[in-house]
């Protein structure tokens, strides 16, 4: 019986993020270049897109480029950069052909234009996909996303397009780039780290977590399905006691 075989389907992570970490270790540890790394990170996006679809997950977020990795040093971003350029307009056609529609979250106006340009063509001609939606999250954090939706919440409420009575949980997650995503059910990180590193914060409250020390470029099929079974075998409270979930 395959991995996929034992997944039970109606118990699916809806929404399964992933901070994808481990790329410049993988390549260390060959005496490779970090870029290399970010090379054979790519491939890794394919197969866990393709194993997503498969196993019918609806949404798969991918962590690509965080706030902070803008601090890194020039070349490794120029670097990132353009691997995501080039592999977002290679790949387009295949994404369109299996049904995968793109979306991104965090601040695209820090991106360099080109990229920019790559990533909405991309979104505009995925924009009718009925597949998995694949959400990627570039130059993305979570206080970034935090504060600025505070920002637009405080000048809608000057402008009385907001009244403070109506600010509620269901408010902020309107102001949010993630507006009309569901929260993620799991959260993966790969590379061995145990963090969050300023992802998803608020979307992930009740998220099941998920640390893998296997580096970034070596996640496959398996792996995910690995993470997808682990899931299926914990139950999710949400406050109340195991008797009550039982019953509901
Ligand atoms: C994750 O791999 C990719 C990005 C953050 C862009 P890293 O580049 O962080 O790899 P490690 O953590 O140094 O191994
Ligand atoms: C997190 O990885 C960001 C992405 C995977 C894009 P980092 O490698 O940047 O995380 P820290 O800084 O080690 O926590
Ligand atoms: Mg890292």
């Keep these: 019986m395959s991995l ?25 540890a060959r005496g490779l270049d970090r870029g290399e790394g970010h090379r054979e990170g790519i491939s890794a996006i394919r197969r866990v897109v393709d194993a997503a679809s498969k196993a019918s997950v609806r949404y798969l977020t991918l962590y690509a480029f965080s706030t902070e990795n803008w601090s890194r040093p020039t070349e490794e971003v120029t670097g990132l950069m353009d691997l995501m350029v080039y592999a977002i307009s290679r790949e387009t056609p295949d994404l369109k052909k299996n049904g995968v529609r793109i979306r991104s979250i965090g601040d695209m106006s820090r991106l360099p234009e080109y990229a920019r340009t ?30 600025t939706a505070a920002k637009k919440i405080a000048a809608d409420a000057v402008k009385g397009v907001l009244q403070e ?19 993620p059910d799991l959260l993966i ?54 008797e009550q ?3 509901d």
């Design 4 to 28: 996929l075989d034992k997944i039970d389907k109606n118990r699916l992570p809806a929404h399964i993020a992933i901070i994808m970490d481990g790329n410049g270790r993988w390549a260390k």
């Design 118 to 147: 790559a990533l909405e063509e991309c979104i505009r001609e995925t924009a009718e996909g009925t597949g998995v939606t694949l959400v990627l999250a570039l130059s993305y954090s979570s206080k970034w996303e935090l504060a």
């Design 165 to 183: 009575k109506d600010i509620d949980e269901e408010t902020l997650g309107n102001y949010l780039t993630t507006r009309g995503l569901p929260d």
């Design 189 to 242: 990180r790969t590379g061995g780290e145990q963090r969050i590193s300023n992802f998803l914060l608020w979307q992930c409250a009740y998220a099941e977590f998920y640390f893998t020390g296997i580096f970034w470029p070596d996640f496959d099929e398996e792996a995910l399905y690995e993470a997808i079974l682990e899931y299926q075998g914990r139950e999710r409270r949400y406050g109340k006691t195991s």
């Design 245 to 247: 979930i039982k019953n």
